[in-house]
């Protein structure tokens, strides 16, 4: 899932710590056809032998085995909604792992599959599990161990916020409904270079074919004058709340039937993002300080023959799928292929915390010292996510969670926690 980072928001349009995926979950062989959702799947936990014991990934940070009673706020996390994510990310652990360095580390599908039978097993219901039997079985069969960096040190990092927005939106263009977005284009590619270089596994570019040669993907500003446009799904009624639904990545729109749909990140440009708080306050629209989200959209609506200049200083497009909300407590998917659910998911640097292993995450809410203690799967990635406990946490959808989303800027810890009988978290 392709998203900014709205450590405030103001810096969700100044700074915007784009979190740009390295993953997007499989896709079939039509193009921004959705993956499987594995939430609407039973979880099969497949025999230990049909688990192929693949050659371990080396992880970036250390970690330190704690007791529970080490681990900040473990007694007081409200647990009552955890089961339902606690067996969405088995079904991840579950899937087998190629063993491909281009793709973000996962945690080790042979370390969990004793504990994703046990769950299975266990006789507890994903929608409506008793907290204080979540919290026995967690204790059961998994182990904290307190996440340090590479020289030993606790991981103390910057945490940050994100959220699934909503826009106005028509399938068809006209009256107010103006600004597009839009589907992959066909002649998007795709370049793996881990594929060709090993050092570089992880990064992929985007470009086109211009006669024999790959060239970089069109900026945004070439894209909205060229007269050849990629599919558009809807045409949305407000270019700023366009322009924050494509920097998340991922979002819903209201269509006037009353249909909500989800626009799911389905790809991306190529190119980086640059603010267009930045660019205001740099032609002199108005200060840094001013730069909100409520002051763009007012700049806007008074300036409309220069929105799409505003717009076009950000080279950075994503592109994106249509798929229905059957269950409107999940999120769009992570980079792990599973949609997110709000407060229990976040991004993180998978060189350090395998995608798929839970977390506990210590850190305060937005622009408070309350204490924000809470157990969270590492479910999501991001260009901007970088190091040992680094984090990007989700909040869910809606007005309040893009208000606390846009006001996070905190700093945590986190603790890893891994299979007893496993040892040392590791990755495939």
Not at 93 to 102: A, C, E, H
Not at 271 to 299: C, E, F, V
Request: with cysteine.
């Amino acid at each position: 899932m392709k998203r900014i980072l709205l450590s405030s928001v103001l810096l969700a349009v100044l700074a915007a710590c784009s979190t740009v995926p390295e993953e997007t979950p499989p896709q079939s062989a039509t193009a921004g056809a959705a993956p499987p959702n594995l939430a609407e799947q039973p979880l099969r936990v497949p025999d230990l032998s049909a688990l192929p014991a693949t050659a371990p990934r080396p992880l970036a940070g250390r970690f330190q085995a704690v007791s529970w009673s080490a681990v900040p706020g473990w007694r007081n996390d409200n647990l009552s909604d955890v089961w339902k994510a606690f067996i969405n990310n088995c079904k991840g652990l579950m899937r087998p792992v190629s063993g491909s360095l281009s793709l973000p580390a996962r945690a080790a599908p042979r370390a969990w599959q004793p504990v994703c039978a046990a769950a299975a097993n266990s006789g507890l219901q994903p929608g409506s599990a008793d907290p204080g039997a979540v919290r026995r079985f967690l204790e059961e069969q998994l182990r904290p161990w307190r996440l340090l960096d590479a020289a030993g040190r606790p991981a103390v990092n910057t945490v940050t916020g994100y959220y699934e927005p909503l826009v106005h939106a028509s399938r068809t263009r006209g009256g107010r409904y103006q600004w597009p977005l839009y589907a992959p284009p066909d002649d998007l590619l795709t370049v793996d270079l881990g594929a060709v270089y090993p050092e570089l596994a992880g990064k992929r570019v985007r470009g086109k074919l211009v006669g024999k040669r790959v060239v970089p993907y069109d900026t945004r500003a070439e894209i909205a004058a060229s007269p050849k446009q990629p599919p558009v799904i809807v045409w949305v009624d407000d270019p700023v709340e366009a322009f924050f639904l494509t920097v998340q990545g991922s979002g819903r729109a209201l269509l006037p039937s009353g249909e909500t749909i989800r626009l799911a990140y389905a790809d991306h440009n190529g190119r980086p993002y640059a603010s267009i708080g930045k660019w205001l306050a740099d032609h002199g629209q108005m200060t840094l300080a001013q730069a909100s989200m409520q002051n763009i959209k007012a700049w806007a609506r008074q300036h409309p023959q220069r929105v799409q200049e505003m717009l076009n200083a950000d080279p950075a497009l994503v592109f994106f799928r249509e798929e229905p909300i059957h269950d409107p407590q999940l999120g769009p998917r992570g980079s792990y292929g599973l949609p997110l659910i709000g407060g229990r998911a976040i991004a993180v640097d998978a060189s350090f915390v395998p995608l798929g292993t839970p977390v506990v995450l210590s850190t305060t809410y937005p622009g408070t010292a309350q204490r924000l203690d809470r157990l969270v799967f590492a479910e999501d990635t991001g260009a901007a996510i970088r190091g040992a406990g680094r984090a990007d946490y989700y909040w869910g959808f809606g007005d309040e969670a893009g208000a606390r989303a846009g006001r996070m800027k905190q700093r945590g810890e986190m603790w890893v926690l891994w299979p007893k009988q496993a040892g040392t978290p590791s990755a495939r």
